[in-house]
């Protein structure tokens, strides 16, 4: 590939223009995605895909991950199957997914490890395989890479309350969930809240419940509210669902 007018310019002249409002930086990233830039490709898809500074557009969002993809931009692989995987600009296929998720994980991203190990346990796309799936989780925990360890320590949690190809360790579970939650993964929060609710500590239970509604998507909220208003523990039905949506009105 030849030289082109964004190869010419200097570190300031690129930290110019990207310091332009929301339109300008997409416009220059737009730029340097059609020169070829795998970076810029992949990062123009993520505007695309969130309407930053771009109108939002899946599709097209979906053709700049597949080019970043093809130049063996890891992160754009794994988004790529993200699109499959939640249908974002293309209908859903889930055994794309995984074969996307799987290249990626074993090129040593963690949040592709973690959407492996996701459709692993659930059996999509691909034959269910907990203990595969716990394995893939266990090494992004190891990674200690933040919010993606985060979340692969809220799943561990899981695997251990719920005994999957592991034996049944409560205690394990509650540890994992705690520092999941220390860590910014919402999940994490909830489940971290169940068990000091179940434990007694009803204001540390609360306050992690806030942090649950203010980090958590609408899908999450409405389920876990779902579960608030039919626990067992009278705190949690009155005082709990108050505290989710009070984080989430925040």
């Known amino acids: ?67 970043a993809a093809a130049q063996h931009h890891v992160m754009a692989l794994n988004m790529v199957g993200r699109c499959y995987d939640l249908g974002w600009g293309t209908r859903v296929d889930k055994t794309r997914a995984a074969q996307c998720y799987r290249i990626a994980a074993e090129r040593g991203l963690d949040w592709a490890m973690y ?34 360890s985060a979340k692969a320590l809220n799943f561990v949690g899981s695997f251990a309350e719920d005994g999957w190809a592991c034996d049944r360790d409560l205690d394990r579970a509650a540890d994992c969930y705690a520092r999941a939650a220390e860590g910014g993964d919402f999940r994490g929060c909830f489940n971290h809240a169940r068990m000091l609710g179940a434990a007694g500590e009803i204001e540390m239970a609360l306050g992690w419940l806030q942090q649950a509604g203010q980090r958590g998507n609408a899908a999450f909220l409405a389920k876990a509210e779902a579960w608030l208003t039919s626990s067992a523990i009278p705190a949690l039905r009155t005082r709990g669902v108050a505290a989710l949506r009070e984080g989430a009105s925040c």
């Open 1 to 67: 590939m030849g030289m082109t007018a964004i190869d010419t310019l200097t570190p300031d002249a690129i930290a110019a223009r990207l310091s332009g409002t929301p339109a300008e930086r997409a416009a220059f990233v737009r730029e340097a995605a059609d020169a070829g830039i795998a970076e810029a490709q992949a990062v123009y898809g993520q505007m695309l895909l969130d309407g930053i500074g771009v109108a939002a557009d899946p599709v097209g969002a979906l053709g700049w991950f597949t080019k």
């Open 115 to 148: 959407n492996y190990a996701t459709l692993l346990a659930l059996g999509e796309g691909v034959a269910e395989d907990k203990q595969s799936a716990r394995a893939w989780l266990e090494k992004v925990v190891a990674m200690d890479s933040g919010l993606a």
